[in-house]
């Protein structure tokens, strides 16, 4: 099993800033893509910024220029470095990896995860 631990959510106001990590933990071998998703009270899920095993980035046009998402493969942590919030930047962030387990299959390959973390609350208000 791969687990999955966000953290750094709160309060802040509008033209502040955050930090959120992410470490990854358990069973694995490799992790490939690395990305956080965000969920807003009757929205959708959506993809806000993802990072690639090559450090390649994409970012929800959005919030371009304004959050910054890295890695530390050595943790197996992902970050998301968030300023100039707005509120309507409130909403729960996910993160998300995905890569190969320690333990392989029957047939000798190692096992593919995709896991999620639980979500920390990023509320932006005066």
């Known amino acids: 099993q791969v687990q999955l631990v966000e953290s750094g959510g709160g309060l802040v106001q509008p033209g502040g800033s955050l930090r959120l990590s992410c470490a990854a933990s358990?069973?694995?071998?490799?992790?490939?893509?690395m990305a956080w998703y965000r969920q807003a009270p009757g929205k959708q899920r959506e993809l806000v910024a993802a990072?690639?095993?090559?450090?390649?980035?994409n970012y929800l046009d959005s919030v371009k220029g304004r959050f910054t998402i890295s890695r530390d493969n050595a943790k197996n942590t992902v970050y998301l470095q968030m300023s100039s919030l707005k509120p309507e930047d409130t909403a729960v962030y996910h993160c998300?990896?995905?890569?190969?387990?320690?333990?392989?299959?029957?047939?000798?390959?190692?096992?593919?995860?995709?896991?999620w973390g639980q979500g920390t609350q990023v509320t932006v208000s005066a």
């Open positions: 998300n990896a995905d890569g190969l387990r320690r333990e392989r299959d029957w047939s000798g390959f190692r096992i593919p995860f995709a896991s």
């Open positions: 358990g069973s694995i071998f490799s992790i490939n893509g």
């Open positions: 990072i690639s095993s090559d450090g390649s980035t």
